[in-house]
Protein backbone atom coordinates (compact mmCIF):
# COMPACT_ATOMS: atom_id res chain seq x y z
CA UNK A 1 0.00 0.00 0.00
CA UNK A 2 2.91 2.30 0.81
CA UNK A 3 4.63 1.60 -2.61
CA UNK A 4 1.10 2.43 -4.24
CA UNK A 5 0.27 5.73 -2.06
CA UNK A 6 4.13 6.82 -3.42
CA UNK A 7 3.28 6.01 -6.89
CA UNK A 8 0.19 8.12 -6.56
CA UNK A 9 1.68 10.84 -4.94
CA UNK A 10 4.55 11.17 -7.14
CA UNK A 11 2.13 11.17 -10.06
CA UNK A 12 0.09 14.17 -8.59
CA UNK A 13 3.22 16.11 -8.21
CA UNK A 14 4.37 15.57 -11.73
CA UNK A 15 0.96 16.45 -13.07
CA UNK A 16 1.04 19.77 -11.17
CA UNK A 17 4.22 20.74 -11.80
CA UNK A 18 3.62 20.07 -15.95
CA UNK A 19 0.43 22.27 -15.34
CA UNK A 20 3.05 24.76 -14.12
CA UNK A 21 2.19 25.00 -10.53
CA UNK A 22 3.80 25.04 -7.12
CA UNK A 23 2.95 21.89 -4.83
CA UNK A 24 3.76 23.94 -1.46
CA UNK A 25 0.39 25.71 -0.64
CA UNK A 26 -1.96 24.05 -3.36
CA UNK A 27 -4.90 22.31 -2.39
CA UNK A 28 -5.96 18.64 -2.33
CA UNK A 29 -9.03 16.96 -1.99
CA UNK A 30 -8.97 13.03 -1.81
CA UNK A 31 -12.64 11.40 -2.11
CA UNK A 32 -12.09 8.41 0.22
CA UNK A 33 -14.09 5.11 0.60
CA UNK A 34 -13.73 2.37 3.27
CA UNK A 35 -10.96 -0.20 1.62
CA UNK A 36 -7.98 -0.09 0.41
CA UNK A 37 -8.66 2.13 -2.42
CA UNK A 38 -9.59 4.82 0.57
CA UNK A 39 -6.51 3.96 2.22
CA UNK A 40 -4.20 4.62 -1.01
CA UNK A 41 -5.57 7.31 -1.10
CA UNK A 42 -4.93 8.19 2.36
CA UNK A 43 -1.71 7.68 2.71
CA UNK A 44 -0.71 9.75 -0.59
CA UNK A 45 -2.80 12.37 0.57
CA UNK A 46 -0.42 12.40 3.88
CA UNK A 47 2.46 12.63 1.57
CA UNK A 48 1.30 15.34 -0.07
CA UNK A 49 0.44 17.26 3.19
CA UNK A 50 3.97 16.47 4.57
CA UNK A 51 5.00 18.38 0.52
CA UNK A 52 2.87 21.41 2.23
CA UNK A 53 0.19 20.99 -0.49
CA UNK A 54 -2.86 21.61 1.89
CA UNK A 55 -5.06 18.79 2.28
CA UNK A 56 -8.48 17.39 2.89
CA UNK A 57 -10.24 14.38 3.19
CA UNK A 58 -14.26 13.88 2.83
CA UNK A 59 -14.72 10.11 3.91
CA UNK A 60 -17.28 8.78 1.63
CA UNK A 61 -18.79 6.16 3.97
CA UNK A 62 -18.61 7.35 7.14
CA UNK A 63 -15.49 4.73 7.72
CA UNK A 64 -11.89 4.36 6.59
CA UNK A 65 -8.86 2.37 6.37
CA UNK A 66 -7.57 3.15 10.28
CA UNK A 67 -3.62 3.59 9.99
CA UNK A 68 -4.16 5.16 6.30
CA UNK A 69 -6.44 7.73 8.17
CA UNK A 70 -4.55 7.91 10.99
CA UNK A 71 -1.24 8.82 9.22
CA UNK A 72 -3.46 11.31 7.28
CA UNK A 73 -4.53 13.19 10.21
CA UNK A 74 -0.73 12.75 11.70
CA UNK A 75 0.07 14.43 8.53
CA UNK A 76 -1.67 17.42 9.73
CA UNK A 77 -5.00 16.54 7.03
CA UNK A 78 -8.45 18.42 7.08
CA UNK A 79 -11.21 15.07 7.70
CA UNK A 80 -14.53 15.77 6.55
CA UNK A 81 -17.22 13.11 6.32
CA UNK A 82 -19.43 13.10 3.94
CA UNK A 83 -23.70 13.05 4.72
CA UNK A 84 -26.74 13.79 3.11
CA UNK A 85 -26.42 17.01 4.38
CA UNK A 86 -23.27 18.66 3.34
CA UNK A 87 -22.58 17.09 -0.64
CA UNK A 88 -23.48 20.28 -2.43
CA UNK A 89 -21.45 22.36 -0.20
CA UNK A 90 -18.55 19.44 -0.23
CA UNK A 91 -18.94 19.59 -4.20
CA UNK A 92 -18.24 23.04 -4.19
CA UNK A 93 -15.12 23.19 -1.92
CA UNK A 94 -13.65 20.42 -3.74
CA UNK A 95 -14.06 21.21 -7.05
CA UNK A 96 -11.85 24.36 -6.41
CA UNK A 97 -9.14 22.27 -5.17
CA UNK A 98 -5.92 22.35 -7.32
CA UNK A 99 -5.90 18.64 -7.82
CA UNK A 100 -8.86 15.85 -6.46
CA UNK A 101 -7.79 12.12 -5.80
CA UNK A 102 -10.98 9.97 -6.80
CA UNK A 103 -10.32 6.86 -3.86
CA UNK A 104 -13.60 5.89 -3.31
CA UNK A 105 -13.47 2.45 -5.30
CA UNK A 106 -10.97 0.27 -6.68
CA UNK A 107 -10.80 -3.32 -7.77
CA UNK A 108 -13.21 -4.32 -4.62
CA UNK A 109 -16.51 -2.30 -6.09
CA UNK A 110 -19.48 -4.32 -6.66
CA UNK A 111 -21.56 -1.74 -9.18
CA UNK A 112 -21.79 1.84 -8.97
CA UNK A 113 -21.59 4.39 -6.43
CA UNK A 114 -24.67 5.16 -4.60
CA UNK A 115 -25.85 7.48 -1.77
CA UNK A 116 -24.52 10.55 -0.78
CA UNK A 117 -21.34 9.51 -2.94
CA UNK A 118 -22.75 9.59 -5.62
CA UNK A 119 -24.21 12.80 -5.69
CA UNK A 120 -21.19 14.01 -4.47
CA UNK A 121 -19.38 12.41 -7.84
CA UNK A 122 -22.55 13.66 -9.86
CA UNK A 123 -22.14 16.90 -8.95
CA UNK A 124 -18.62 17.21 -9.31
CA UNK A 125 -18.48 15.77 -12.55
CA UNK A 126 -20.57 19.05 -13.57
CA UNK A 127 -18.36 21.21 -12.06
CA UNK A 128 -15.13 20.14 -13.83
CA UNK A 129 -12.22 20.26 -11.53
CA UNK A 130 -9.24 21.52 -12.57
CA UNK A 131 -7.50 18.06 -12.08
CA UNK A 132 -8.64 14.92 -11.21
CA UNK A 133 -6.31 11.87 -10.69
CA UNK A 134 -8.27 8.55 -10.34
CA UNK A 135 -6.92 6.30 -7.82
CA UNK A 136 -6.32 2.63 -9.34
CA UNK A 137 -9.47 2.90 -11.62
CA UNK A 138 -12.16 5.35 -11.35
CA UNK A 139 -14.82 4.79 -9.30
CA UNK A 140 -17.78 3.09 -10.47
CA UNK A 141 -15.59 1.79 -13.70
CA UNK A 142 -15.28 -1.85 -13.67
CA UNK A 143 -11.71 -2.91 -13.08
CA UNK A 144 -12.37 -6.23 -14.54
CA UNK A 145 -14.45 -5.09 -17.89
CA UNK A 146 -14.44 -1.43 -18.51
CA UNK A 147 -18.47 -1.30 -17.76
CA UNK A 148 -19.40 1.63 -15.98
CA UNK A 149 -21.70 2.66 -13.46
CA UNK A 150 -22.95 6.11 -13.21
CA UNK A 151 -21.83 8.74 -12.02
CA UNK A 152 -17.92 8.64 -12.90
CA UNK A 153 -15.47 11.77 -12.00
CA UNK A 154 -13.76 11.43 -15.27
CA UNK A 155 -9.82 11.34 -14.48
CA UNK A 156 -7.03 13.37 -16.43
CA UNK A 157 -5.11 10.72 -15.41
CA UNK A 158 -5.67 7.19 -13.56
CA UNK A 159 -2.23 5.88 -11.43
CA UNK A 160 -3.04 2.08 -11.28
CA UNK A 161 -1.18 -0.41 -9.63
CA UNK A 162 0.29 -3.23 -10.42
CA UNK A 163 -0.32 -3.66 -14.40
CA UNK A 164 -2.69 -1.56 -16.14
CA UNK A 165 -6.28 -3.74 -15.61
CA UNK A 166 -8.74 -4.68 -18.65
CA UNK A 167 -11.34 -1.88 -17.46
CA UNK A 168 -9.20 0.94 -18.40
CA UNK A 169 -8.66 -0.24 -21.87
CA UNK A 170 -11.63 -1.21 -23.37
CA UNK A 171 -14.85 1.23 -23.23
CA UNK A 172 -16.44 3.13 -21.65
CA UNK A 173 -13.91 2.31 -18.92
CA UNK A 174 -11.26 4.04 -21.15
CA UNK A 175 -12.70 6.81 -21.73
CA UNK A 176 -12.72 7.90 -18.03
CA UNK A 177 -9.92 7.09 -16.81
CA UNK A 178 -7.39 9.58 -19.38
CA UNK A 179 -3.75 8.86 -19.30
CA UNK A 180 -2.53 5.22 -17.44
CA UNK A 181 0.20 5.14 -15.39
CA UNK A 182 1.30 2.35 -13.88
CA UNK A 183 2.80 2.19 -10.44
CA UNK A 184 5.27 -1.67 -9.69
CA UNK A 185 4.12 -2.77 -6.17
CA UNK A 186 6.24 -5.59 -6.12
CA UNK A 187 3.21 -8.38 -6.99
CA UNK A 188 3.46 -8.03 -10.70
CA UNK A 189 4.99 -11.67 -10.74
CA UNK A 190 1.92 -12.51 -9.06
CA UNK A 191 -0.67 -10.95 -11.14
CA UNK A 192 -2.70 -13.71 -13.57
CA UNK A 193 -1.42 -12.62 -16.83
CA UNK A 194 -3.32 -9.74 -18.02
CA UNK A 195 -6.88 -10.45 -19.30
CA UNK A 196 -6.08 -7.21 -22.09
CA UNK A 197 -2.90 -6.55 -24.17
CA UNK A 198 -1.71 -3.73 -25.50
CA UNK A 199 0.77 -3.62 -28.50
CA UNK A 200 3.21 -1.28 -28.02
CA UNK A 201 5.56 0.68 -30.73
CA UNK A 202 8.19 -1.59 -29.03
CA UNK A 203 6.23 -4.75 -29.76
CA UNK A 204 5.17 -3.34 -33.41
CA UNK A 205 8.75 -2.69 -34.28
CA UNK A 206 9.73 -6.59 -33.86
CA UNK A 207 6.28 -7.69 -35.70
CA UNK A 208 6.37 -5.07 -38.84
CA UNK A 209 7.43 -7.25 -42.17
CA UNK A 210 10.33 -6.57 -43.67
CA UNK A 211 11.31 -7.82 -46.87
CA UNK A 212 14.40 -10.19 -46.97
CA UNK A 213 17.50 -9.37 -49.87
CA UNK A 214 15.20 -12.13 -52.46
CA UNK A 215 12.01 -10.64 -51.86
CA UNK A 216 9.66 -10.87 -54.70
CA UNK A 217 5.73 -10.40 -54.85
CA UNK A 218 4.61 -13.79 -53.51
CA UNK A 219 6.93 -13.72 -50.72
CA UNK A 220 5.61 -10.43 -49.91
CA UNK A 221 2.21 -11.26 -49.94
CA UNK A 222 -0.48 -10.71 -52.64
CA UNK A 223 -3.89 -9.35 -51.63
CA UNK A 224 -7.13 -9.47 -53.71
CA UNK A 225 -9.38 -6.83 -52.86
CA UNK A 226 -13.29 -6.71 -53.39
CA UNK A 227 -14.25 -3.82 -52.77
CA UNK A 228 -16.15 -0.52 -53.87
CA UNK A 229 -19.42 -0.49 -56.35
CA UNK A 230 -20.56 1.80 -59.10
CA UNK A 231 -22.46 3.49 -55.47
CA UNK A 232 -19.47 3.55 -53.79
CA UNK A 233 -16.65 4.09 -55.89
CA UNK A 234 -14.09 5.34 -53.25
CA UNK A 235 -14.31 2.55 -50.90
CA UNK A 236 -12.27 0.61 -53.57
CA UNK A 237 -10.50 3.57 -54.38
CA UNK A 238 -9.03 3.69 -50.48
CA UNK A 239 -8.97 0.33 -49.37
CA UNK A 240 -6.77 -0.61 -52.88
CA UNK A 241 -4.66 2.49 -51.97
CA UNK A 242 -4.39 1.58 -48.38
CA UNK A 243 -3.61 -1.94 -48.72
CA UNK A 244 -0.84 -0.93 -51.79
CA UNK A 245 1.20 1.28 -49.18
CA UNK A 246 0.88 -1.13 -46.47
CA UNK A 247 3.94 -3.29 -47.57
CA UNK A 248 1.88 -5.78 -49.79
CA UNK A 249 3.84 -7.77 -52.90
CA UNK A 250 0.67 -6.27 -55.14
CA UNK A 251 -2.43 -5.77 -54.70
CA UNK A 252 -5.27 -7.38 -56.90
CA UNK A 253 -8.67 -5.39 -57.57
CA UNK A 254 -11.75 -7.15 -58.11
CA UNK A 255 -15.01 -4.94 -59.49
CA UNK A 256 -16.53 -3.17 -62.12
CA UNK A 257 -14.29 -2.05 -65.12
CA UNK A 258 -15.80 1.56 -64.19
CA UNK A 259 -14.97 1.33 -60.60
CA UNK A 260 -11.51 -0.08 -62.10
CA UNK A 261 -10.54 2.70 -63.80
CA UNK A 262 -10.70 5.11 -60.70
CA UNK A 263 -8.46 2.77 -58.94
CA UNK A 264 -5.84 2.42 -61.02
CA UNK A 265 -6.12 5.99 -61.71
CA UNK A 266 -5.41 6.59 -58.36
CA UNK A 267 -2.90 3.50 -57.78
CA UNK A 268 -1.43 1.95 -60.79
CA UNK A 269 0.34 -0.30 -59.11
CA UNK A 270 -2.59 -2.53 -58.82
CA UNK A 271 -3.82 -5.15 -61.03
CA UNK A 272 -7.53 -5.53 -62.07
CA UNK A 273 -8.98 -8.56 -62.74
CA UNK A 274 -11.98 -8.32 -64.87
CA UNK A 275 -12.41 -12.12 -64.73
CA UNK A 276 -11.09 -15.41 -62.53
CA UNK A 277 -8.25 -13.21 -60.61
CA UNK A 278 -4.55 -14.49 -60.02
CA UNK A 279 -2.89 -16.03 -56.94
CA UNK A 280 -3.66 -13.89 -54.07
CA UNK A 281 -2.61 -15.04 -50.16
CA UNK A 282 -5.51 -13.29 -48.59
CA UNK A 283 -8.49 -11.36 -48.89
CA UNK A 284 -10.19 -8.16 -48.54
CA UNK A 285 -13.31 -7.75 -48.72
CA UNK A 286 -16.71 -5.81 -48.05
CA UNK A 287 -15.75 -2.28 -47.90
CA UNK A 288 -18.49 -0.09 -50.49
CA UNK A 289 -19.82 -3.26 -51.58
CA UNK A 290 -23.43 -2.83 -53.40
CA UNK A 291 -25.36 -4.58 -56.21
CA UNK A 292 -25.51 -8.05 -57.27
CA UNK A 293 -22.42 -8.45 -59.61
CA UNK A 294 -20.05 -7.62 -56.52
CA UNK A 295 -21.71 -9.60 -53.77
CA UNK A 296 -21.33 -12.89 -55.73
CA UNK A 297 -17.71 -11.36 -56.81
CA UNK A 298 -17.51 -11.42 -52.52
CA UNK A 299 -19.06 -14.67 -52.13
CA UNK A 300 -16.67 -16.41 -54.17
CA UNK A 301 -13.90 -15.40 -52.91
CA UNK A 302 -14.72 -16.09 -49.36
CA UNK A 303 -15.04 -19.95 -50.58
CA UNK A 304 -11.67 -19.73 -52.42
CA UNK A 305 -10.36 -18.17 -49.24
CA UNK A 306 -12.11 -20.51 -46.97
CA UNK A 307 -11.50 -23.90 -49.30
CA UNK A 308 -7.60 -22.37 -49.73
CA UNK A 309 -7.15 -21.75 -45.68
CA UNK A 310 -6.41 -17.95 -47.00
CA UNK A 311 -6.85 -15.18 -44.47
CA UNK A 312 -9.64 -12.71 -45.35
CA UNK A 313 -10.78 -9.46 -43.67
CA UNK A 314 -14.50 -9.01 -44.00
CA UNK A 315 -16.01 -5.35 -43.46
CA UNK A 316 -19.08 -3.58 -43.83
CA UNK A 317 -21.80 -5.58 -46.99
CA UNK A 318 -19.18 -9.10 -46.77
CA UNK A 319 -20.25 -9.52 -43.09
CA UNK A 320 -23.56 -10.60 -44.12
CA UNK A 321 -21.72 -13.22 -46.09
CA UNK A 322 -20.45 -14.88 -43.89
CA UNK A 323 -20.12 -18.96 -42.96
CA UNK A 324 -21.86 -20.15 -40.11
CA UNK A 325 -18.64 -20.80 -38.39
CA UNK A 326 -15.24 -19.27 -39.64
CA UNK A 327 -11.54 -20.25 -39.92
CA UNK A 328 -9.38 -18.58 -37.01
CA UNK A 329 -7.48 -16.59 -39.25
CA UNK A 330 -10.51 -14.45 -40.47
CA UNK A 331 -10.62 -11.23 -39.21
CA UNK A 332 -14.10 -9.39 -38.54
CA UNK A 333 -14.57 -6.06 -38.72
CA UNK A 334 -17.43 -4.42 -37.65
CA UNK A 335 -18.53 -1.05 -36.09
CA UNK A 336 -20.88 -1.54 -32.84
CA UNK A 337 -24.11 -1.62 -34.85
CA UNK A 338 -22.64 -4.05 -37.59
CA UNK A 339 -21.49 -5.98 -34.56
CA UNK A 340 -25.33 -6.11 -33.06
CA UNK A 341 -26.07 -8.08 -36.53
CA UNK A 342 -23.39 -10.71 -36.16
CA UNK A 343 -24.33 -11.20 -32.66
CA UNK A 344 -27.97 -11.82 -34.09
CA UNK A 345 -26.99 -14.38 -36.69
CA UNK A 346 -26.21 -16.30 -33.40
CA UNK A 347 -29.55 -15.50 -31.82
CA UNK A 348 -28.01 -13.00 -29.58
CA UNK A 349 -30.31 -9.61 -29.48
CA UNK A 350 -28.58 -6.62 -28.16
CA UNK A 351 -28.56 -2.78 -29.21
CA UNK A 352 -25.92 -0.79 -30.80
CA UNK A 353 -26.18 0.95 -26.81
CA UNK A 354 -25.86 -2.50 -25.26
CA UNK A 355 -22.49 -3.26 -27.53
CA UNK A 356 -20.84 0.15 -26.61
CA UNK A 357 -21.77 -0.20 -22.99
CA UNK A 358 -20.14 -3.71 -22.62
CA UNK A 359 -17.68 -3.59 -25.38
CA UNK A 360 -15.12 -6.27 -24.00
CA UNK A 361 -17.88 -8.84 -22.86
CA UNK A 362 -19.33 -8.59 -26.58
CA UNK A 363 -16.58 -8.71 -29.00
CA UNK A 364 -15.27 -11.77 -27.19
CA UNK A 365 -19.11 -13.40 -27.41
CA UNK A 366 -18.77 -12.42 -31.42
CA UNK A 367 -15.61 -14.34 -31.39
CA UNK A 368 -16.72 -17.07 -29.86
CA UNK A 369 -19.84 -17.34 -31.77
CA UNK A 370 -18.13 -16.69 -35.49
CA UNK A 371 -14.93 -18.63 -34.87
CA UNK A 372 -12.94 -15.63 -36.31
CA UNK A 373 -10.96 -12.54 -35.11
CA UNK A 374 -13.51 -9.93 -34.61
CA UNK A 375 -11.86 -6.37 -34.19
CA UNK A 376 -14.58 -3.98 -32.82
CA UNK A 377 -14.00 -0.28 -34.29
CA UNK A 378 -14.39 2.61 -31.72
CA UNK A 379 -12.00 4.91 -29.73
CA UNK A 380 -10.25 2.13 -28.69
CA UNK A 381 -9.80 -0.36 -30.95
CA UNK A 382 -10.84 -4.19 -29.38
CA UNK A 383 -9.52 -7.32 -30.90
CA UNK A 384 -10.58 -10.64 -30.03
CA UNK A 385 -9.16 -13.78 -31.17
CA UNK A 386 -11.96 -17.15 -30.89
CA UNK A 387 -9.23 -18.31 -28.35
CA UNK A 388 -10.71 -15.44 -25.62
CA UNK A 389 -7.51 -13.25 -26.06
CA UNK A 390 -8.11 -9.45 -26.68
CA UNK A 391 -6.13 -6.64 -27.65
CA UNK A 392 -6.89 -3.98 -27.30
CA UNK A 393 -5.57 -0.91 -29.51
CA UNK A 394 -6.27 3.23 -29.15
CA UNK A 395 -3.34 4.96 -30.99
CA UNK A 396 -6.11 7.17 -33.00
CA UNK A 397 -7.78 9.98 -32.34
CA UNK A 398 -11.91 11.05 -32.91
CA UNK A 399 -10.66 13.04 -35.36
CA UNK A 400 -10.51 9.55 -37.76
CA UNK A 401 -14.10 9.13 -37.19
CA UNK A 402 -14.43 10.47 -40.93
CA UNK A 403 -15.99 8.84 -44.11
CA UNK A 404 -13.60 6.27 -45.51
CA UNK A 405 -11.25 5.73 -42.57
CA UNK A 406 -12.66 2.05 -41.86
CA UNK A 407 -11.92 1.43 -45.77
CA UNK A 408 -8.36 2.55 -45.46
CA UNK A 409 -8.20 0.43 -42.15
CA UNK A 410 -9.54 -2.81 -44.39
CA UNK A 411 -6.77 -1.82 -46.83
CA UNK A 412 -4.00 -1.53 -44.26
CA UNK A 413 -5.31 -4.99 -42.59
CA UNK A 414 -5.39 -7.00 -45.75
CA UNK A 415 -2.29 -6.28 -46.93
CA UNK A 416 -0.69 -7.37 -43.58
CA UNK A 417 -2.73 -10.53 -43.74
CA UNK A 418 -0.99 -11.21 -47.27
CA UNK A 419 2.40 -10.50 -45.93
CA UNK A 420 1.90 -12.29 -42.57
CA UNK A 421 0.40 -15.80 -45.06
CA UNK A 422 3.44 -15.48 -47.54
CA UNK A 423 6.07 -14.91 -44.45
CA UNK A 424 4.32 -17.24 -41.91
CA UNK A 425 3.25 -16.80 -37.85
CA UNK A 426 5.08 -19.70 -36.63
CA UNK A 427 7.02 -20.49 -33.90
CA UNK A 428 10.52 -19.52 -34.72
CA UNK A 429 9.22 -16.18 -36.00
CA UNK A 430 8.43 -12.73 -34.34
CA UNK A 431 5.30 -13.26 -32.62
CA UNK A 432 6.43 -16.15 -30.44
CA UNK A 433 9.16 -14.22 -29.64
CA UNK A 434 7.11 -11.22 -27.74
CA UNK A 435 5.00 -14.29 -26.11
CA UNK A 436 2.05 -14.08 -28.30
CA UNK A 437 0.48 -18.21 -29.02
CA UNK A 438 -0.43 -19.59 -32.36
CA UNK A 439 -3.93 -19.06 -31.38
CA UNK A 440 -3.53 -15.25 -30.99
CA UNK A 441 -1.44 -14.58 -33.91
CA UNK A 442 -4.33 -13.36 -36.45
CA UNK A 443 -5.86 -11.41 -33.72
CA UNK A 444 -1.79 -9.93 -33.07
CA UNK A 445 -1.78 -9.06 -36.90
CA UNK A 446 -5.28 -7.41 -36.76
CA UNK A 447 -3.98 -5.26 -33.79
CA UNK A 448 -0.61 -4.37 -35.49
CA UNK A 449 -2.82 -3.16 -38.21
CA UNK A 450 -5.67 -0.72 -35.99
CA UNK A 451 -2.01 0.47 -34.39
CA UNK A 452 -1.11 1.22 -37.47
CA UNK A 453 -4.00 2.60 -38.68
CA UNK A 454 -4.11 5.09 -35.45
CA UNK A 455 -0.90 5.86 -35.48
CA UNK A 456 -1.27 7.33 -38.99
CA UNK A 457 -4.81 8.78 -38.61
CA UNK A 458 -3.05 10.99 -35.56
CA UNK A 459 -0.52 12.23 -37.64
CA UNK A 460 -2.74 13.08 -40.65
CA UNK A 461 -5.27 14.84 -38.15
CA UNK A 462 -2.25 16.72 -35.71
CA UNK A 463 -4.94 18.15 -33.80
CA UNK A 464 -7.42 18.43 -36.38
CA UNK A 465 -9.63 17.52 -39.37
CA UNK A 466 -8.02 14.72 -41.83
CA UNK A 467 -9.60 12.82 -44.65
CA UNK A 468 -9.28 9.04 -45.39
CA UNK A 469 -7.18 9.44 -48.12
CA UNK A 470 -4.59 11.81 -45.84
CA UNK A 471 -4.95 8.70 -43.39
CA UNK A 472 -3.34 6.28 -46.00
CA UNK A 473 -1.28 8.26 -47.30
CA UNK A 474 0.39 8.75 -43.83
CA UNK A 475 0.81 4.62 -43.56
CA UNK A 476 4.50 4.70 -44.87
CA UNK A 477 6.20 7.42 -42.72
CA UNK A 478 4.05 5.51 -39.91
CA UNK A 479 6.07 2.27 -40.79
CA UNK A 480 9.23 4.69 -40.66
CA UNK A 481 8.45 5.80 -37.20
CA UNK A 482 7.82 2.64 -36.15
CA UNK A 483 11.30 0.86 -38.19
CA UNK A 484 12.75 3.83 -35.65
CA UNK A 485 12.61 1.43 -32.53
CA UNK A 486 13.98 -1.43 -34.22
CA UNK A 487 16.88 -1.04 -32.83
CA UNK A 488 15.63 0.76 -29.29
N1 LIG B 1 -3.37 -6.05 -5.80
C1 LIG B 1 -3.58 -4.78 -5.99
O1 LIG B 1 -3.88 -4.29 -7.10
C2 LIG B 1 -3.53 -3.90 -4.80
C3 LIG B 1 -4.53 -2.96 -4.67
N2 LIG B 1 -4.59 -2.12 -3.63
C4 LIG B 1 -5.67 -1.21 -3.47
O2 LIG B 1 -6.77 -1.93 -2.93
C5 LIG B 1 -7.94 -1.62 -3.70
C6 LIG B 1 -8.96 -2.68 -3.52
O3 LIG B 1 -9.34 -2.53 -2.15
P1 LIG B 1 -10.59 -3.26 -1.51
O4 LIG B 1 -10.55 -2.96 -0.06
O5 LIG B 1 -10.61 -4.68 -1.94
O6 LIG B 1 -11.89 -2.62 -2.14
P2 LIG B 1 -12.18 -1.15 -2.57
O7 LIG B 1 -11.35 -0.22 -1.75
O8 LIG B 1 -12.11 -1.08 -4.03
O9 LIG B 1 -13.73 -0.99 -2.14
C7 LIG B 1 -13.96 -0.54 -0.88
C8 LIG B 1 -15.08 -1.28 -0.21
O10 LIG B 1 -16.27 -0.61 -0.60
C9 LIG B 1 -17.39 -1.48 -0.51
N3 LIG B 1 -18.09 -1.41 -1.76
C10 LIG B 1 -18.05 -2.27 -2.79
N4 LIG B 1 -18.84 -1.83 -3.80
C11 LIG B 1 -19.38 -0.66 -3.36
C12 LIG B 1 -20.26 0.27 -3.94
N5 LIG B 1 -20.77 0.06 -5.18
N6 LIG B 1 -20.62 1.35 -3.23
C13 LIG B 1 -20.10 1.54 -1.98
N7 LIG B 1 -19.24 0.69 -1.36
C14 LIG B 1 -18.90 -0.39 -2.06
C15 LIG B 1 -16.85 -2.86 -0.21
O11 LIG B 1 -17.01 -3.08 1.16
P3 LIG B 1 -18.25 -3.98 1.67
O12 LIG B 1 -18.04 -4.03 3.12
O13 LIG B 1 -19.49 -3.25 1.24
O14 LIG B 1 -18.13 -5.30 0.96
C16 LIG B 1 -15.35 -2.71 -0.56
O15 LIG B 1 -14.53 -3.54 0.22
C17 LIG B 1 -7.39 -1.46 -5.06
O16 LIG B 1 -8.24 -0.78 -5.93
C18 LIG B 1 -6.12 -0.67 -4.80
O17 LIG B 1 -6.39 0.70 -4.70
C19 LIG B 1 -3.52 -2.14 -2.64
O18 LIG B 1 -3.26 -0.89 -2.15
C20 LIG B 1 -2.22 -2.62 -3.25
C21 LIG B 1 -2.40 -3.99 -3.87
K1 LIG C 1 -10.83 4.93 -7.36
Redesign the pocket.
Known amino acids: ?1 QR ?1 AHGLANAVVRELRADGRRIYGSSVTVLA ?8 GLFAAAMLARRGMRTTAVLT ?1 GSAHPDALAAFRAAGGRVQPLDDANVEELAVATAGDDVVID ?12 GP ?1 AELVAALQELHPALVVA ?3 PSGVD ?1 DTGET ?1 WPVLTARLTVT ?2 GAKAGLLADPGEGCSGRVHVVQ ?1 G ?1 EDH ?1 PSPALRRLTVHDLAKLLPHPGRRAQKYTRGVVGVVAGSARYTGAAALSVEAASVSGPGMVRYLGPETVARQVLARTPEAIWEPDEPGRVQAWLLGPGLDGSDQLQRAKDALQAAYDGGQPAVVDAGALELLPERCPPNWILTPHAGELTSLLGRSEVRVTRDDVESRTLHFVRLAAEHTGAVVLLKGATTLIASPSGTVFSQSDGNPWMSTAGSGDVLGGILGALAASYAASGLGDDGPFAGIGIGPEERWAAVAAVGASIHGMAGKAASGAGPTTAAAIAREVPETFRVIHKYVSA
Open positions: MAGKGNNGGDAAILGTGARGGLNACDVAHFGIIL
